[in-house]
């Protein structure tokens, strides 16, 4: 067992349970399409943004929209790292994508900072969801999704604030 063990390493990494590598992969695709999908909305809100507040909000969303391709590359290069190709494509984020998308036009700073606030939670409360589960397969790969929910929990903090809402 441990000889098999270190000769399957040497070409992918064991999982905790290995009979589930095809779906820790399916996970990290819907990962992936919802969280470029975010950084594709980001920008579309961050073209759309208008009132007192839109030069922050503006600016705000660029960071965000960063950090949201950040993340999406840190999924996709775990997806690669357990043999799974991920699929990055907009065909592909189109038909798999659960984030609602906006209406295209003119949407006032306070309306930009709610519409995209709850789409970052729908998101993280998704992905949470599924740790538990993700985790008894592959800790690893939990350990990724859980920084990205981390991330992704903090960015809802910071538009929330904008809101004026307390914590
Ligand atoms: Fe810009």
Request: net charge negative.
């Given at each position: ?22 779906a ?27 009132g ?41 984020v ?37 740790l ?8 690893v790969?939990?350990d990724v ?5 981390g ?17």
């Amino acid at each position: 067992m441990a000889m098999e063990s270190v000769a399957n390493s040497v070409q992918l990494p064991p999982l905790d349970n290995p009979n589930e590598r095809s779906a820790v992969g399916a996970e990290l695709q819907v990962v992936l399409q919802d969280l470029i999908d975010l950084s594709l909305i980001g920008k579309q809100l961050h073209w759309s943004v208008v009132g007192a507040a839109a030069h922050s909000v503006h600016l705000f969303l660029d960071e965000l929209v960063g950090e949201w391709r950040e993340l999406a590359d840190v999924v996709a290069e775990r997806a690669v790292t357990l043999g799974f190709v991920p699929d990055g494509q907009s065909s592909a984020v189109a038909a798999g994508s659960r984030v609602e998308a906006v209406e295209v036009q003119s949407l006032a700073d306070h309306a930009v900072v709610w519409e995209l606030g709850r789409r970052v939670a729908a998101v993280a409360e998704r992905i949470r969801e599924r740790l538990g589960s993700i985790g008894a397969a592959d800790l690893v790969t939990q350990d990724v999704l859980i920084k990205v929910v981390g991330m992704l929990e903090k960015h809802q903090w910071l538009l929330r604030v904008q809101l004026g809402q307390k914590a």
